[in-house]
């Protein structure tokens, strides 16, 4: 039986993350090697890596510590610190039946393990998103209320103004009639600065305004209301900032949980396969070599490599035939699909459709290309957000600076072309619609975001020479 090679904390997997991250080598303490020391990835596994782990991986692998802390459970999900055998380790343990023994224990419990860890992962994903949409609505709903009893109360104050307006030129009509004189000097005295001050005036002047209570009344009442509303909106933009801070604190908590789940989702993906093929190997009895499960895994490794790059020159296809979609204008603006409108911005009635019904404020714009159409980046920026959204389905918020971000939901599964801490560009393909989440139908749901709230996005791209 051959003795088991050291390996540093972390395993394979967290070695070829680091170096394939970094392009360095990994820094060993004194002249000891990768090779001596064990740690290194064979060339299977170094193929296997770079063709099974998605650029998320790569992406979010610094973050993961942070990840895990929020989500619950250590460092780093036991599956990933795992160290994994080598088929030379599966070799020399078909020698021995009490090693062989001992070896499929192992085995079975690194199975167990992966799979069970990308099980806990996911329902914790699920958890952050739903958690995370949940609270983006409620600041939504929050800021349309906020600015709502603002306008209102700004329509108020000019009623106000304008009634009491009418009522000066009233006074002065009856002056001219034959009002007092003295009243009139009193309401005249002194330039007015306010409508509050005109009114405090024309309070006093009740004889010369008898006939005329009900413009008066109706001064005070708009005054009453302004600042009534005024008051109403003060508190409501308090709790739109709190809720507006919930929803980011739910939105980071949302994506770790999502690149965790990414994680051990790429680690069944680089492991569980040839993890179940060494297993095989140890319990056949059969003629069957080493090599011939060997070649198996990385049969299966090509197939796979085959089908995602399939996937992906489907949707680079669907996006070279997209037509206006990312077509990026003078403004730097691009258009964020090729599919025509079919839901607007605003409150809309009842709609149905993939067993969901939805009768609340639409604060975004569905466009539809068809299932599989390219999804564009409106502008340049860095996505803040790609992972699932409670009823948005798969969604990847943008944010282009200065208060300003797009937000872009429904796209199908495996539909993610960018991830999390990305750069892109104006135009550039970031997913593929879906109908993932609370859609009807295969569509992007898109939003633009002034200071984190909600706006119309017809009007949003219009002024950016973008129709939709």
């Known amino acids: 039986m051959n003795t088991p090679r050291m390996r540093p904390a972390g395993g394979r997997l967290a070695w070829s993350l680091r170096t394939l991250a970094t392009g360095s080598d990994l820094t060993l303490p004194g002249d000891l090697t990768a090779e001596e020391c064990g740690c290194a990835p064979t060339p299977a596994e170094s193929r296997a890596f770079r063709a099974g782990v998605s650029r998320r991986t790569l992406l979010t692998a610094g973050t993961l510590s942070a990840a895990a802390v929020l989500v619950a459970g250590p460092l780093l999900p036991a599956a990933f610190a795992a160290t994994y055998p080598s088929w030379e380790d599966v070799q020399a343990a078909k020698a021995?039946?009490?090693?062989?023994?001992?070896?499929?224990?192992?085995?079975?419990?690194?199975?167990?393990?992966?799979?069970?860890?990308?099980?806990?992962?996911?329902?914790?994903?699920?958890?952050?998103?739903?958690?995370?949409?949940?609270?983006?609505?409620?600041?939504?709903?929050?800021?349309?209320?906020?600015?709502?009893?603002?306008?209102?109360?700004?329509?108020?104050?000019?009623?106000?103004?304008?009634?009491?307006?009418?009522?000066?030129?009233?006074?002065?009509?009856?002056y001219r009639d034959g009002g007092d004189t003295t009243s009139l000097e009193l309401?005249?005295?002194?330039?007015?600065?306010?409508?509050?001050?005109?009114?405090?005036?024309?309070?006093?002047?009740?004889?010369?305004?008898?006939?005329?209570?009900?413009?008066?009344?109706?001064?005070?009442?708009?005054?009453?209301?302004?600042?009534?509303?005024?008051?109403?909106?003060?508190?409501?933009?308090?709790?739109?900032?709190?809720?507006?801070?919930?929803?980011?604190?739910?939105?980071?908590?949302?994506?770790?949980?999502?690149?965790?789940?990414?994680?051990?989702?790429?680690?069944?993906?680089?492991?569980?396969?040839?993890?179940?093929?060494?297993?095989?190997?140890?319990?056949?009895?059969?003629?069957?070599?080493?090599?011939?499960?060997?070649?198996?895994?990385?049969?299966?490794?090509?197939?796979?490599?085959?089908?995602?790059?399939?996937?992906?020159?489907?949707?680079?296809?669907?996006?070279?035939?997209?037509g206006a979609g990312g077509g990026v204008v003078s403004s730097g603006w691009a258009r964020p699909t090729s599919g025509h409108r079919t839901s607007g911005f605003g409150p809309?009635?009842?709609?149905?459709?993939?067993?969901?019904?939805?009768?609340?404020?639409h604060y975004g714009v569905d466009l539809s290309g068809g299932c599989g159409a390219g999804i564009y980046a409106a502008a340049a920026g860095t996505v803040v957000y790609a992972g699932y959204n409670g009823g948005y389905g798969n969604y990847i918020k943008i944010d282009h600076g200065g208060g300003i971000g797009t937000g872009y939901a429904h796209i199908r599964p495996g539909g993610f072309f960018v991830g999390y801490g990305q750069q892109v560009n104006a135009g550039d393909l970031i997913g593929s619609e879906g109908n993932t989440g609370n859609a009807f139908g295969c569509n992007l749901h898109f939003e633009a975001y002034v200071g984190g709230s909600p706006v119309n996005p017809i009007d949003f791209l219009a002024a950016r020479g973008i129709s939709i």
């Not at 419990?109 to 914790?124: F, H, K």
């Open 348 to 361: 809309r009635s009842s709609q149905c459709g993939n067993g969901y019904c939805s009768t609340s404020y």
């Open 96 to 174: 021995n039946e009490a090693t062989k023994a001992a070896e499929v224990q192992r085995i079975q419990g690194l199975i167990q393990s992966l799979t069970g860890e990308v099980a806990r992962t996911r329902t914790a994903a699920e958890q952050a998103a739903g958690a995370f949409y949940t609270a983006q609505q409620e600041y939504f709903d929050a800021s349309i209320r906020a600015d709502t009893l603002q306008s209102q109360a700004d329509l108020e104050a000019q009623n106000a103004t304008d009634a009491a307006n009418k009522a000066g030129r009233i006074a002065a009509q009856l």
């Open 187 to 322: 309401f005249l005295s002194g330039s007015a600065a306010t409508a509050d001050d005109l009114l405090s005036r024309l309070g006093v002047m009740d004889k010369l305004l008898e006939r005329n209570q009900a413009v008066y009344a109706a001064a005070l009442t708009a005054r009453d209301a302004a600042q009534s509303l005024t008051d109403q909106a003060v508190v409501a933009r308090d709790e739109r900032d709190r809720l507006q801070q919930v929803a980011e604190q739910k939105m980071l908590e949302s994506q770790q949980a999502a690149d965790a789940a990414q994680a051990a989702l790429d680690a069944q993906t680089l492991h569980l396969g040839e993890l179940q093929a060494q297993l095989a190997a140890l319990e056949d009895t059969t003629a069957k070599t080493i090599a011939d499960y060997q070649a198996g895994v990385e049969a299966a490794r090509i197939a796979e490599e085959q089908r995602r790059a399939a996937e992906r020159a489907e949707a680079e296809r669907l996006a070279a035939s997209g």
